[in-house]
């Protein structure tokens, strides 16, 4: 049974910065992309990062390039994501998420491709 669980999360004043962690059971993180999707209040899941199983390519949404960094830990089984210059509107519960397809690209901007997603952790950025 996959598990997926997101700590880090918490309230920051704008400009500061937070580090989220994915952690995982049941399943070999390194074998598989790993996505990062907030949910803000009364708006849908969205994209902001993603890893690709070997770690060698990551990609963001525009609203975090510079901001943001996704990567992991293969000996931790983890994934982070380094978020820095917070603002605002990244306040949100941030939710973790990974495909079922192992060792594959997939569409790494679309929740519609990731199978596992953790509980989410509370990320709050106040003005």
């Known amino acids: 049974q996959v598990q997926l669980v997101e700590s880090g999360g918490g309230l920051v004043q704008a400009g500061g910065s937070l580090r989220l962690s994915c952690a995982a059971s049941?399943?070999?993180?390194?074998?598989?992309?790993m996505g990062w999707f907030p949910q803000a209040p009364g708006k849908e899941r969205e994209f902001v990062a993603a890893?690709?199983?070997?770690?060698?390519?990551?990609y963001y949404a525009d609203s975090v390039k510079g901001r943001f960094t996704v990567s992991r830990d293969n000996a931790k089984n983890t994934v982070y994501l380094q978020m820095d210059s917070l603002k605002p509107e990244d306040t949100a519960v941030y939710y973790c998420?990974?495909?079922?397809?192992?060792?594959?690209?997939?569409?790494?901007?679309?929740?519609?491709?990731?199978?596992?997603w953790g509980q989410g952790t509370q990320v709050t950025v106040s003005s």
């Open positions: 049941g399943r070999t993180l390194s074998r598989y992309a």
């Open positions: 998420a990974s495909p079922s397809k192992i060792y594959a690209s997939v569409n790494y901007y679309s929740e519609n491709e990731y199978n596992y």
């Open positions: 890893v690709s199983w070997g770690g060698g390519s990551t």
